[in-house]
């Protein structure tokens, strides 16, 4: 039985109490007027987008007498949204934070069905862990749920199509209100988080009395649920991409996105359980787990991010090409403003895992699969940044106490569940079919 290190629970703690502080603290320092919101974006000038913040630092500068007689209405509406952006983002980056731990329990949950379903040999003795790691599911998932009423209850404006005076003006958000409205929305959110997370419950249930039945039928059962399940995700995951992350763009939409995401949440997901299983194993706490468990997580790594890229360069190249205004828009945004991040996190996903986990050998070294992954993870989260920081706050991003405080936060509070939940049952399943391969595996 895997006991929780009284180091490693202080320390989840002390990164949640140093994160909530960062969180509030970019509340409090949110702008609250014009004037504060200007000053904040002088402040960021010399920033990560110099050119755009000091342009529109002086476009709104009421001390040209011209500007002011010309172009008063144009430069009060030009204000109001700049204050609108700068509010928003704390908000924005508690939600990507809270997003992307979410979404890595549930790339976890769909890895564990994949394996569930496939009735694979060489993966039940890592079933515990990630039961373990899925368990963040509930407070994630319902953290991410609590964002979504407050947004519906005005709280913040991360989703323009909630606003009745955008929708009464907007002809296109007009004609998507049968399905883009926030009684249907939290309906649909309701469902899935409801769908996901009583699998995991009933799955892992299942799991538990497999090992103290004297017979196969828990595990059968088991196999045909999760077999179930995974059309339900497949389903689900899309659509939950669409409604958290494309709709924050309202007028722009990919066929690709569900499966972009979704390849972004798979690979962190296997990602953290390689992470957590090299950690345990340090601990030997995993003593039957070997060196050909640990190159299969990293091919798994090396593979995906492979996919991922794909899907990425596949919805890119398609939109460049193509040229169409309505679409090319998503990434002119992103090209002019978010140049560091957007093209950072491509060579954080693809470049640095394929030439570290190209050569077999280093899928067996713990502290290369450990590193790797640190960057994979710090590329995903970049990758969500991405998706949601241009809809919210244009081009008055920054990587500051909000963002930095909802990352501490966030971290500790997966660490602190993650463990916590590792620790109230023993860490090898006993009677699962496969066990035996699973110890004896070899690649």
């Known amino acids: 039985m895997y006991t929780f290190s009284n180091r490693l629970k202080i320390g989840s703690i002390i990164l949640m109490a140093v994160g909530l502080l960062g969180i509030v603290g970019g509340f409090i320092m949110a702008p609250g ?3 504060e919101a200007k000053a904040i974006v002088a402040s960021h000038d010399d920033g990560h987008g110099g050119g755009h913040a000091e342009e529109a630092s002086h476009d709104t500068g009421m001390d040209h007498g011209a500007a002011a007689e010309h172009g008063g209405d144009h430069d009060a509406s ?15 980056a508690l939600y990507v934070a809270a997003f992307f731990f979410m979404m890595i329990a549930l790339g976890v949950l769909a890895f564990y069905a994949i394996q569930r379903a496939a009735q694979a040999g060489w993966s039940p003795l890592l079933f515990r862990v990630m039961e373990g790691i899925t368990s963040y599911l509930v407070p994630g998932g319902i953290i991410v749920f609590v964002i979504l009423v407050l947004s519906v209850l005005h709280m913040n404006h991360l989703f323009i199509w909630m606003d009745p ?6 002809e296109l958000l007009q004609g998507k209100s049968g399905y883009l409205n926030p009684t249907f929305f939290l309906i649909r959110a309701a469902i899935f988080l409801g769908g996901w997370i009583a699998y995991r419950e009933y799955s892992r249930k299942l799991s538990l009395k ?13 196999f045909r649920i999760s077999a179930a399940f995974l059309v339900f995700y497949l389903i689900s995951e899309s659509i939950m991409s669409w409604d958290w992350i494309m709709s924050v763009e309202p007028h722009w939409f990919s066929t690709l996105f569900g499966w972009y995401i979704f390849a972004s949440m798979f690979v962190s997901g296997i990602t953290v359980i390689a992470m957590v299983t090299i950690y345990l194993k340090s601990k030997g706490l995993l003593p039957d787990v070997n060196d050909s468990h640990i190159h299969d997580l990293a091919k798994f790594m090396f593979g995906i991010s492979i996919f991922w890229t794909y899907l990425w360069f596949s919805q890119f190249m398609l939109i460049w090409y193509s040229n169409i205004p309505e679409e090319v828009t998503y990434y ?3 090209i002019q403003d978010y140049k560091l991040p957007f093209f950072g996190m491509v060579a954080m996903n693809f470049l640095f895992p394929v030439l570290l986990l190209m050569n077999s050998d280093y899928k067996r070294i713990n502290w290369f699969v450990v590193l790797t992954g640190i960057v994979i993870l710090a ?15 244009g081009d008055q991003w920054f990587i500051g106490i909000p963002e930095i405080g909802a990352i501490l936060f966030f971290a500790g509070l997966f660490i602190f569940w993650v463990f916590r ?22 690649y």
Do not use: C
Request: charged share 25%; net charge negative.
């Open 33 to 35: 007027t014009v004037e």
């Open 78 to 92: 030009h204000d109001e949204h700049l204050l609108s952006q700068l509010k928003n983002r704390p908000w924005a």
């Open 165 to 170: 005076e955008v929708v009464a003006h907007d």
């Open 210 to 222: 497999q090992d103290e039945s004297t017979d196969n039928s828990s595990f059968k059962l088991n």
């Open 332 to 334: 002119v945004t992103r």
């Open 379 to 393: 590329g995903h989260y970049m990758d969500i940044f991405n998706a949601i920081m241009p809809s919210t706050v």
């Open 421 to 442: 939940a590792l620790t109230t049952v023993p860490l090898q399943p006993k009677r699962n079919p496969f066990i035996e391969e699973s110890r004896h595996f070899h």
